[in-house]
Protein backbone atom coordinates (compact mmCIF):
# COMPACT_ATOMS: atom_id res chain seq x y z
CA UNK A 1 0.00 0.00 0.00
CA UNK A 2 1.46 3.39 -0.87
CA UNK A 3 0.77 6.50 -2.17
CA UNK A 4 1.31 7.45 -5.93
CA UNK A 5 1.54 10.62 -7.45
CA UNK A 6 -0.23 10.09 -10.51
CA UNK A 7 1.39 13.62 -12.68
CA UNK A 8 5.01 12.26 -11.48
CA UNK A 9 4.21 8.40 -11.73
CA UNK A 10 6.82 8.63 -8.49
CA UNK A 11 5.99 6.79 -4.89
CA UNK A 12 4.92 9.52 -2.62
CA UNK A 13 7.29 9.61 0.61
CA UNK A 14 6.33 9.86 4.50
CA UNK A 15 6.59 13.18 5.42
CA UNK A 16 5.20 13.89 8.79
CA UNK A 17 3.13 11.92 11.54
CA UNK A 18 0.67 12.98 14.15
CA UNK A 19 -0.51 10.62 16.92
CA UNK A 20 -2.73 12.84 19.62
CA UNK A 21 -3.02 10.05 21.61
CA UNK A 22 -6.84 9.34 21.35
CA UNK A 23 -5.92 6.82 18.69
CA UNK A 24 -6.66 9.11 15.70
CA UNK A 25 -3.91 9.23 13.27
CA UNK A 26 -2.49 11.74 10.68
CA UNK A 27 0.32 11.19 8.02
CA UNK A 28 1.00 13.42 5.64
CA UNK A 29 3.63 12.25 1.78
CA UNK A 30 5.09 14.49 -0.25
CA UNK A 31 5.76 13.52 -3.53
CA UNK A 32 9.83 13.68 -3.90
CA UNK A 33 8.86 15.04 -8.02
CA UNK A 34 6.86 18.04 -7.29
CA UNK A 35 6.52 18.69 -3.85
CA UNK A 36 2.33 17.92 -3.98
CA UNK A 37 1.30 16.97 -0.44
CA UNK A 38 -1.45 14.47 0.17
CA UNK A 39 -2.70 13.74 4.08
CA UNK A 40 -4.73 10.39 5.50
CA UNK A 41 -6.42 11.09 8.29
CA UNK A 42 -8.29 8.39 10.05
CA UNK A 43 -10.53 7.67 13.36
CA UNK A 44 -9.62 5.12 15.88
CA UNK A 45 -11.00 1.94 14.29
CA UNK A 46 -9.63 2.96 11.39
CA UNK A 47 -6.11 3.16 12.92
CA UNK A 48 -6.66 -0.25 14.43
CA UNK A 49 -8.01 -1.60 10.95
CA UNK A 50 -4.38 -0.42 9.61
CA UNK A 51 -2.71 -1.41 12.26
CA UNK A 52 -3.84 -5.18 12.88
CA UNK A 53 -3.42 -5.55 8.94
CA UNK A 54 -0.25 -5.14 10.04
CA UNK A 55 0.76 -2.67 6.92
CA UNK A 56 3.14 0.36 6.89
CA UNK A 57 0.58 3.30 6.79
CA UNK A 58 0.27 3.82 3.17
CA UNK A 59 -1.90 4.65 0.53
CA UNK A 60 -5.76 3.34 -0.71
CA UNK A 61 -7.60 3.99 -3.84
CA UNK A 62 -8.96 7.08 -3.51
CA UNK A 63 -11.64 8.24 -5.83
CA UNK A 64 -9.77 10.96 -8.28
CA UNK A 65 -11.84 14.30 -7.15
CA UNK A 66 -11.13 14.46 -3.59
CA UNK A 67 -7.28 13.39 -4.44
CA UNK A 68 -7.54 16.49 -6.79
CA UNK A 69 -9.00 18.56 -3.99
CA UNK A 70 -6.42 17.40 -1.33
CA UNK A 71 -3.22 17.70 -2.75
CA UNK A 72 -4.00 21.19 -4.84
CA UNK A 73 -5.17 22.79 -1.58
CA UNK A 74 -3.01 21.03 1.14
CA UNK A 75 0.20 22.64 -0.63
CA UNK A 76 -0.98 25.93 0.15
CA UNK A 77 -2.15 24.63 3.53
CA UNK A 78 -4.74 27.43 3.83
CA UNK A 79 -7.23 27.04 6.20
CA UNK A 80 -11.16 25.79 5.31
CA UNK A 81 -9.65 24.65 1.81
CA UNK A 82 -11.07 21.69 1.76
CA UNK A 83 -14.87 23.22 2.32
CA UNK A 84 -17.35 22.42 0.05
CA UNK A 85 -17.66 24.53 -3.00
CA UNK A 86 -21.13 24.64 -2.26
CA UNK A 87 -20.72 27.05 0.37
CA UNK A 88 -24.19 28.31 0.21
CA UNK A 89 -25.39 26.15 2.96
CA UNK A 90 -22.45 25.65 4.98
CA UNK A 91 -22.24 26.36 8.84
CA UNK A 92 -21.12 29.47 9.98
CA UNK A 93 -18.33 29.01 12.67
CA UNK A 94 -18.08 30.48 16.27
CA UNK A 95 -15.25 31.97 17.63
CA UNK A 96 -14.90 29.54 20.23
CA UNK A 97 -15.26 26.89 17.59
CA UNK A 98 -12.33 28.37 15.27
CA UNK A 99 -10.26 28.10 18.66
CA UNK A 100 -10.40 25.09 19.09
CA UNK A 101 -9.84 24.22 15.48
CA UNK A 102 -6.90 26.02 15.70
CA UNK A 103 -5.65 23.46 18.27
CA UNK A 104 -6.02 20.80 15.66
CA UNK A 105 -2.62 20.17 13.22
CA UNK A 106 -2.54 22.48 10.68
CA UNK A 107 -1.83 20.27 7.85
CA UNK A 108 -4.43 18.42 8.88
CA UNK A 109 -6.86 21.37 9.97
CA UNK A 110 -8.63 21.92 6.19
CA UNK A 111 -9.65 18.00 6.86
CA UNK A 112 -11.14 18.02 10.11
CA UNK A 113 -12.81 21.51 9.85
CA UNK A 114 -14.63 19.98 6.27
CA UNK A 115 -15.89 17.15 8.76
CA UNK A 116 -17.18 18.72 10.98
CA UNK A 117 -18.89 21.12 8.56
CA UNK A 118 -20.52 18.29 6.59
CA UNK A 119 -21.87 16.90 9.92
CA UNK A 120 -22.73 20.47 10.55
CA UNK A 121 -24.55 20.63 7.10
CA UNK A 122 -26.09 17.15 6.95
CA UNK A 123 -28.33 18.11 10.28
CA UNK A 124 -29.23 21.98 9.31
CA UNK A 125 -26.92 22.86 12.39
CA UNK A 126 -25.82 26.70 10.74
CA UNK A 127 -23.40 27.81 13.42
CA UNK A 128 -20.86 25.24 14.80
CA UNK A 129 -19.98 25.84 18.53
CA UNK A 130 -18.01 23.76 20.40
CA UNK A 131 -20.95 21.66 21.80
CA UNK A 132 -21.47 21.12 18.07
CA UNK A 133 -18.03 19.85 17.76
CA UNK A 134 -18.12 17.73 20.98
CA UNK A 135 -21.22 15.85 19.22
CA UNK A 136 -19.74 15.95 16.11
CA UNK A 137 -16.78 13.97 17.59
CA UNK A 138 -18.15 11.48 19.29
CA UNK A 139 -20.01 10.39 16.35
CA UNK A 140 -17.15 10.57 13.83
CA UNK A 141 -14.50 9.40 16.53
CA UNK A 142 -12.07 12.52 16.32
CA UNK A 143 -11.99 12.99 20.11
CA UNK A 144 -9.90 16.02 20.98
CA UNK A 145 -10.27 17.08 17.29
ZN1 LIG B 1 4.52 14.56 -8.28
Redesign the pocket.
Known amino acids: MKFL?V??D?QMRYEERELPGDGTLAVMFA?P??G?KVALLTNPMETQLVSSLGVKIGGRTVPDQPLETVRTQLGTGADGALVDEDTRRAPAWSAAAEDRLARVPGFVRGMVRRLYSEWAKERGIEEITPEVMDAARKELGLEEM
Open positions: CDCACTCR
